[in-house]
């Protein structure tokens, strides 16, 4: 009778746990949505009231946040593009130039959302495996690009600009520069690499899985 109410129990804890796994993944993505869309529904806020699409049709237009924040992201994509727009956008980088703090922190966000978006280069795009912290230890880290300039002709090797991702957290971490040839390059896509990480080792990509 024991051994049988010990099975139940084992049996009830791993559908529990198992649902558990299922819904939180689900449940912070759309919480993550939601804070977003929720943000973006603000911007309705700085439309003045006589013009505000509420005042002016007759019914009420779900999501217009959204669809605000979708069409200024378009309008200004097409505006920085035109000939003005890009003469506009240098008069502002050049005025924010000149403030210190404010120009460090602009260009390093510049530079970064850049590399992220770009579709050249490697940045962000390829996962790889390092000793660290130490030797015998093993890190997945992400090329953010190759090391150049000062930093590349003070070096005895080609050494290339990695991110190791801390876990569960991946946006914080290390930056750290490692010679190429130190460098373990891995199948796994940059969307499996976060999975692993994120998970703390605990979700294995399909691939991987398969192949152990």
Avoid: W
């Amino acid at each position: 009778m024991y051994e049988m109410a010990k099975k139940i129990r084992k049996r009830i804890k791993g559908v529990f746990l198992t649902g558990i796994a299922a819904i939180i993944p689900v449940g912070v993505t759309f919480y993550i949505f939601y804070l977003i869309i929720g943000m973006m529904n603000k911007l309705v806020g700085i439309i003045p009231a006589r013009f505000h699409p509420d005042h002016i049709l007759p019914f009420h237009i779900p999501g217009l946040g959204v669809i605000i924040t979708l069409i200024l992201i378009f309008v200004a994509g097409l505006v920085t593009k035109s000939y003005l727009g890009k003469k506009a956008v240098s008069l502002g980088e050049k005025l924010v130039g000149k403030i210190p703090l404010v120009r460090s922190i602009y260009n390093a966000l510049k530079q970064l959302v850049e590399a992220v978006l770009s579709d050249k280069g490697e940045s962000f795009k390829k996962a790889v495996l390092i000793e660290y912290p130490r030797k015998g230890l093993y890190s997945i880290a992400f090329v953010t690009g190759e090391s150049r300039g000062e930093v590349q002709s003070k070096t005895s090797q080609k050494c290339i600009n990695l991110f190791i991702p801390t876990t569960p957290n991946p946006t914080s971490g290390f930056y750290i520069m490692i010679p190429e040839t130190d460098v373990i390059h891995l199948d796994m896509t940059v969307e499996e690499a976060f999975t692993l990480i994120i998970s703390g080792g605990v979700l294995s990509p399909p691939e991987i899985q398969q192949k152990n």
